[in-house]
């Protein structure tokens, strides 16, 4: 296994444990961005698209899951530095997350308060209504 160095030293666990987070959310993301973009596009297309990005999100979700398996074998930090450090990523994690959904939901208000309803996702043409 080849080391992987941040400008602190070695990699270790709590950040490996981050970015396979990371991955995964790329992958749910990737699926949920895939399905709403076939609106509107040729069936041939439309039914290609879900197929490539479900490959890119199962690439992510594999990647995770090794890098999660992997973490074991990496170093834990100490001290009380690194309990800081790792306290302040966890609050600036929460408040990103937090932001995002604030500024998503206040978008959504002002579509709908708009009456451009055309921006939300609709049925598909080819379900079965």
């Given at each position: 296994m080849t080391q992987t160095r941040d400008e602190t030293g070695t990699l270790t666990q709590p950040v490996a444990r981050f970015v396979a987070l990371g991955?995964?959310?790329?992958?749910?993301?990737?699926?949920?961005?895939?399905?709403?973009?076939?609106?509107?596009?040729?069936?041939?297309?439309?039914g290609t698209l879900p197929v490539i990005f479900a490959t890119f999100a199962a690439v992510f979700v594999?990647?995770?899951?090794?890098?999660?398996?992997?973490?074991?074998?990496?170093?834990?930090?100490?001290g009380e530095e690194a309990k800081r450090r790792g306290r302040a990523l966890q609050i600036g994690l929460g408040v990103t997350f937090a932001t995002d959904g604030v500024i998503i939901a206040l978008v959504c208000a002002l579509v709908a308060i708009s009456g451009a309803y055309d921006y939300f996702a609709r049925q598909s043409r080819w379900s079965s209504a």
């Open positions: 991955l995964f959310l790329m992958a749910f993301f990737t699926i949920l961005w895939a399905s709403w973009s076939i609106y509107g596009l040729p069936l041939m297309i439309a594999i990647n995770s899951v090794q890098l999660i398996k992997s973490a074991s074998r990496l170093p834990v930090p100490s």
